[in-house]
C-alpha cells in the first residue's frame, strides 16, 4: 500500500468550508512534512466555491470517488515478463532466480500478455515421455536450440528459422530419407564427414569438442558443442518456445482498478498463487501474489468539516481514518485505533485550521489565507449566523489582512457568485444545499439559499412552491421547505410545502392559507429552524 499518501475531504454535497478546509489542511500537513497530504473534494463544487478557487488561483481538488482499496495502491511485483519465442530454460532460470513470483507472464513484442508459465508448465514436459517427436508438437527455434546448447557454428547455413525436420542421434537408421530440415548429433567425426558428404542433412552437431576437420565445404551447418552425445540430447527440449507450452485460456487477471477486497474473493476460490496484472491497453503492468493483499492496510484518510459516515465517501469503513476536523455534532463514527481529533463549536472548519497554522508556527500563503477566510464568511454567513463566534470574526480579520482583501467587498462578491440565478434554474437552487431531518414520525426536507438579490428571487416565489411541490410529491417525506436567506436584512423567507404544514405554521407562526413567511434575524437552519421545527412536532430532531 503506498503509506505516505493522506486523502483530506470534507462532506458530500461539498460546500466551501469542506473544499476550503481540505486544501488548506492538506498545504498546511505538507508544509510540516506529511508529503504524500492531499485534498479531493467528494462530490461537485458550488458556484460559490468556483469563485472562491478562482479569485485565489487555487485549483479545483480532485473528486474522490471511494477509498477502498485497489490493486493500484499495492507494491506488487514489477512487470518482469519474457518473450512467446524465448526458449524454455529461460523461464526455467527466471523461475530459480526469482525471489518473487514464480510465474512467468508470456509477452510478444509489444509487451502485451500472450500466456502464462508456471513451474507445473515446464516439468510436465520433461516428465512426458509419450512425446517422442517432440518437434510436432512444440517449437523450437533453432536459433535458440543452438543458443541451449552453448554450440558454436562453424560452416553452411540451418535454412529454417523453426527446427522442424527429424532428429537423430548417432548412425541414421536405414533407409531414412534425410532432408535440409533435418538435424543428427554425432560424437564422432568420421561418421560426421560420412553424414556431411552422403546425405543431405540441415544440421550436424559435432560433440565431446571434435573439431570440425575436413567438415569446410559441408553444405550442412556444423555445429561443435563441448558436450556429450547424451548431454546435448537430453537439453534439446529446454529449447522449446515458452509460447508451445505456455496457458492461454482461463488466465485469471486483474487491473489497476479492480478492488482488492474483489480479487481477494476470487483467489479464495482457486488454487493460483499468482496473476498477473494488466493495463487497459492489455500490456503488463505487474504480478499480483498472494501475499500482496493479506493483511493489508487501509488508505489513510483526514475527515475535515464532518465526522458522519453518511456524509463522507464510499468505503471509509476500509479507510484508516486517522484524523477529524470538525465544528458539528459527534455522530456515528468508529475508528479501530487511536486518532487525532480536533473538535470545536466554532462557526467554521477553517478557524480551527489557522489555530493549527498557528500551532505548528507555519506560514499561512497568501492564497490559503483567502481560502480559510472565504470559507468562514460562507459558514457563518458574513458572521451573520448565531453559529458565528467571536473567534470566528477576529480569525478572520486576521486572514483578510493576510490575503489582502477586503472583508466586506469580497464576502459580498463572493455570495453574489454563488447566488447567481442566471446560472442555475429553481430546482438547482433548491438542491444546493439541501439536507433531511427527522422529527419523530414526519421527516423534512429543507434546504437554504442565500442570496443578494431577494426580490429579484422572490419574484419567483411561485416557481418556487411548484418545484418544493414537485420535490414534495417525488420524495418521501412530511415536508419540504425552502430557507430563503437575504444577506443584507439579516433574515429569510420561509417557504412550506407537505401535509405536515401545520408543523411550520405552528413554528413559524405561519397561517393555515399562507405557503410562505419572512422570519427577521432568522438565518441558521441547524440553530434557529430545526429546533423550533422539533418543538411544534413534539420532539427532538435527529
Ligand atoms: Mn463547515
Request: net charge negative; hydrophobic share 40%.
Amino acid at each position: 500500500m503506498l503509506q505516505d499518501k493522506v486523502y483530506i475531504f470534507g462532506h458530500k454535497n461539498p460546500d466551501t468550508d469542506s473544499i476550503c478546509a481540505a486544501v488548506a489542511y492538506a498545504n498546511l500537513k505538507r508544509e510540516i512534512g506529511v508529503v504524500g497530504a492531499t485534498a479531493y473534494r467528494l462530490g461537485d463544487i458550488s458556484l460559490e466555491t468556483e469563485f472562491v478557487l478562482d479569485y485565489f488561483g487555487v485549483p479545483i481538488p480532485e473528486l474522490l470517488t471511494d477509498v477502498k482499496g485497489r490493486i493500484g495502491d499495492l507494491k506488487v511485483y514489477d512487470p518482469v515478463s519474457i518473450l512467446e519465442t524465448e526458449p524454455i530454460k529461460t523461464a526455467w532460470d527466471m523461475m530459480l532466480n526469482s525471489d518473487t513470483s514464480r510465474l512467468v507472464p508470456i509477452t510478444d513484442g509489444s509487451n502485451k500478455l500472450k500466456g502464462i508459465l508456471g513451474m507445473g508448465n515446464v516439468t510436465q514436459i520433461f516428465m512426458d515421455d509419450s512425446d517422442d517427436d517432440i518437434t510436432e508438437h512444440h517449437e523450437i527455434l533453432y536459433e535458440n536450440l543452438i543458443r541451449i546448447l552453448n554450440g558454436r557454428q562453424v560452416g553452411g547455413n540451418y535454412k529454417y528459422e523453426q527446427f522442424c525436420g527429424n532428429l537423430y542421434a548417432g548412425p541414421v537408421p536405414d533407409g531414412a530419407v534425410i532432408c535440409d530440415k533435418d538435424i543428427v548429433i554425432s560424437g564422432s567425426i568420421e561418421n560426421a564427414w560420412k553424414l556431411a558428404y552422403e546425405y543431405d542433412f540441415g544440421c550436424i552437431i559435432l560433440t565431446n569438442g571434435i573439431a570440425p576437420k575436413g567438415l569446410e565445404n559441408a553444405k550442412a551447418n556444423i555445429v561443435c558443442v563441448n558436450a556429450s552425445t547424451f548431454k546435448v540430447v537430453s537439453l534439446i527440449k529446454q529449447a522449446i518456445s515458452v509460447r508451445s507450452i505456455m496457458n492461454t485460456s482461463g488466465i485469471i487477471s486483474f487491473t489497476k482498478d479492480d478492488y482488492i477486497d474483489k480479487v481477494l474473493e476470487i483467489m479464495r476460490g482457486n488454487r493460483f498463487r499468482n496473476f498477473p496484472i494488466i493495463n487497459d491497453d492489455g500490456t503488463l503492468y505487474g504480478v499480483l501474489s498472494r501475499r500482496h493483499v493479506m493483511g493489508v492496510a487501509g488508505k489513510k484518510v483526514i475527515m475535515v468539516d464532518h465526522n458522519e459516515r453518511s456524509q463522507s465517501v464510499e468505503g471509509l469503513e476500509q479507510a484508516d481514518i486517522i484524523e477529524i476536523i470538525d465544528h458539528h455534532r459527534l455522530a456515528d463514527i468508529q475508528t479501530e485505533a487511536p486518532l487525532y481529533s480536533h473538535m470545536e463549536p466554532l462557526g467554521c472548519t477553517c478557524t480551527i485550521i489557522y489555530k493549527m497554522y498557528k500551532e505548528h508556527e507555519a506560514e499561512i500563503p497568501k492564497d490559503m489565507a483567502g481560502l480559510m477566510l472565504a470559507a468562514i464568511l460562507s459558514d457563518t454567513l458574513n458572521f451573520t449566523s448565531p453559529t458565528s463566534t467571536s473567534i470566528d470574526k477576529a480569525t478572520g480579520e486576521k486572514l483578510a489582512a493576510i490575503a489582502g482583501v477586503d472583508i466586506a467587498e469580497f464576502g459580498r462578491a463572493m455570495f453574489k457568485a454563488g447566488t447567481n440565478l442566471d446560472k442555475m434554474s429553481i430546482a438547482e437552487m433548491l438542491n444546493v444545499d439541501r439536507k433531511r431531518f427527522s422529527f419523530g414520525e414526519k421527516s423534512a426536507y429543507i434546504s437554504q439559499f442565500n442570496t443578494l438579490d431577494f426580490e429579484a428571487v422572490m419574484k419567483r416565489k411561485d416557481e418556487i412552491l411548484q418545484e418544493l411541490a414537485n420535490f414534495y410529491n417525488a420524495n418521501e417525506c412530511s415536508l419540504a421547505m425552502l430557507m430563503l436567506t437575504d444577506l443584507d436584512r439579516n433574515g429569510s423567507e420561509i417557504f412550506a410545502v407537505g401535509r405536515a404544514k401545520e408543523m411550520a405554521d405552528v413554528a413559524f407562526g405561519m397561517k393555515s392559507d399562507q405557503n410562505h413567511i419572512f422570519l427577521d434575524g432568522v438565518v441558521s437552519r441547524k440553530k434557529q429552524i430545526v429546533p423550533d421545527l422539533s418543538k411544534a412536532a413534539g420532539g427532538s430532531a435527529v
